[in-house]
C-alpha cells in the first residue's frame, strides 16, 4: 500500500532523528499524538517503522527510494495519461501540420472510424521531412503518405504500469505513446483512448516528489 505525504514525513523524520517519541513527532508536524495515531500504527505494520517501550519509534532502514518505487508501483497508464490528440486519415499533410500546432503538440495520431481506430503517428520529424522535399504540397499528400504505419508503432494499455510506460519512452527513444484498448469482436483493431509523454511522467515524478496524492490526468 503506498504511503501518504504525512507518512513519507514522519518516516524521514524518525530516519533522520533515530529513536523518537510519538509525541516528539507530533510536536515537530504541529499535531496532536492522537492525529498520528492511525499513520503511526501503518508505519509500523508495514515495517517501515519499529517501535521499544520506553524509548520511541526508530526506522528499520527501508529507505525513502524503496517507498518511491512501492508507490510508482500502484500508479497506472490510466491514471497518468492525457486527452489524445487525432487527426482523421482521410486528411491532408497540411491539415495535420495546423492541427499540431493549434493544439501545440509533437505528435498526433492517425485515426479512421467514428470509433477511433489507430493507423499510424505523425511526428514533427514527420512532417519536416515532408515538407522538405523538393516539389512537394502538403495540401495534396495524404496523412497516410507521412505516418509510421501501425505495424511499427509503439503502443501501451491502460491497465500497464506507469513505470512501464516511462521506460518503452526510453528504450524507443520516443517523445510520445498511444494508450490503447483491443477491441473485443476485432483484436487486431487498436482504439486510442490516451496518450503518455515525458511530460505526464516528468509530471508524475515532480508531484510524488511534493507529496502530492490523487490523480495525476493532464
Same mark, same amino acid.
Do not use: W
Given at each position: 500500500?503506498?504511503?501518504?505525504?504525512?507518512?513519507?514525513?514522519?518516516?524521514? %523524520?524518525?530516519?533522520?532523528?533515530?529513536?523518537?517519541?510519538?509525541?516528539? %513527532?507530533?510536536?515537530? /508536524?504541529?499535531?496532536?499524538?492522537?492525529?498520528?495515531?492511525?499513520?503511526?500504527?501503518?508505519?509500523?505494520?508495514?515495517?517501515?517503522?519499529?517501535?521499544?517501550?520506553?524509548?520511541?519509534?526508530?526506522?528499520?532502514?527501508?529507505?525513502?527510494?524503496?517507498?518511491?518505487?512501492?508507490?510508482?508501483?500502484? %500508479?497506472?497508464? *490510466?491514471?497518468?495519461?492525457?486527452? @489524445?490528440?487525432?487527426?482523421?486519415?482521410?486528411?491532408?499533410?497540411?491539415?495535420?501540420?495546423?492541427?499540431?500546432?493549434?493544439?501545440?503538440?509533437?505528435?498526433?495520431?492517425?485515426?479512421?472510424?467514428?470509433?477511433?481506430?489507430?493507423?499510424?503517428?505523425?511526428?514533427?520529424?514527420?512532417?519536416?521531412?515532408?515538407?522538405?522535399? @523538393?516539389?512537394?504540397?502538403?495540401?495534396?499528400?495524404?496523412?497516410?503518405?507521412?505516418?509510421?504505419?501501425?505495424?511499427?508503432?509503439?503502443?501501451?494499455?491502460?491497465?500497464? @504500469?506507469?513505470?512501464?510506460?516511462?521506460?518503452?519512452?526510453?528504450?524507443?527513444?520516443?517523445?510520445?505513446?498511444?494508450?490503447?484498448?483491443?477491441? *473485443?469482436?476485432?483484436?487486431?483493431?487498436?482504439?486510442?483512448?490516451?496518450?503518455?509523454?515525458?511530460?505526464?511522467?516528468?509530471? /508524475?515524478?515532480?508531484?510524488?516528489?511534493?507529496?502530492?496524492?490523487?490523480?495525476?490526468?493532464?
Amino acid at each position: 500500500m503506498p504511503l501518504s505525504a504525512r507518512q513519507q514525513k514522519i518516516a524521514e %523524520i524518525v530516519r533522520q532523528t533515530g529513536f523518537i517519541t510519538g509525541q516528539q %513527532i507530533a510536536d515537530a /508536524l504541529g499535531l496532536t499524538r492522537a492525529a498520528l495515531r492511525s499513520d503511526l500504527a501503518i508505519l509500523t505494520m508495514s515495517g517501515v517503522l519499529d517501535a521499544r517501550p520506553r524509548v520511541g519509534y526508530y526506522y528499520t532502514g527501508k529507505n525513502t527510494l524503496g517507498m518511491l518505487q512501492e508507490e510508482l508501483s500502484s %500508479i497506472t497508464v *490510466e491514471d497518468i495519461r492525457s486527452v @489524445p490528440i487525432v487527426v482523421s486519415g482521410d486528411k491532408n499533410a497540411y491539415d495535420a501540420a495546423v492541427t499540431m500546432f493549434l493544439e501545440d503538440v509533437g505528435t498526433l495520431f492517425v485515426v479512421e472510424g467514428t470509433e477511433g481506430l489507430l493507423q499510424g503517428v505523425i511526428s514533427r520529424k514527420d512532417l519536416l521531412k515532408a515538407a522538405m522535399n @523538393p516539389g512537394t504540397d502538403l495540401h495534396a499528400l495524404p496523412v497516410v503518405m507521412v505516418m509510421t504505419p501501425l505495424s511499427k508503432i509503439v503502443t501501451i494499455s491502460p491497465e500497464e @504500469p506507469a513505470a512501464a510506460a516511462a521506460r518503452r519512452l526510453i528504450d524507443n527513444e520516443i517523445d510520445c505513446l498511444p494508450v490503447v484498448t483491443v477491441l *473485443e469482436k476485432q483484436p487486431k483493431k487498436l482504439k486510442v483512448v490516451g496518450r503518455v509523454t515525458k511530460t505526464n511522467i516528468t509530471r /508524475l515524478l515532480a508531484e510524488l516528489a511534493e507529496g502530492k496524492g490523487g490523480t495525476y490526468h493532464s
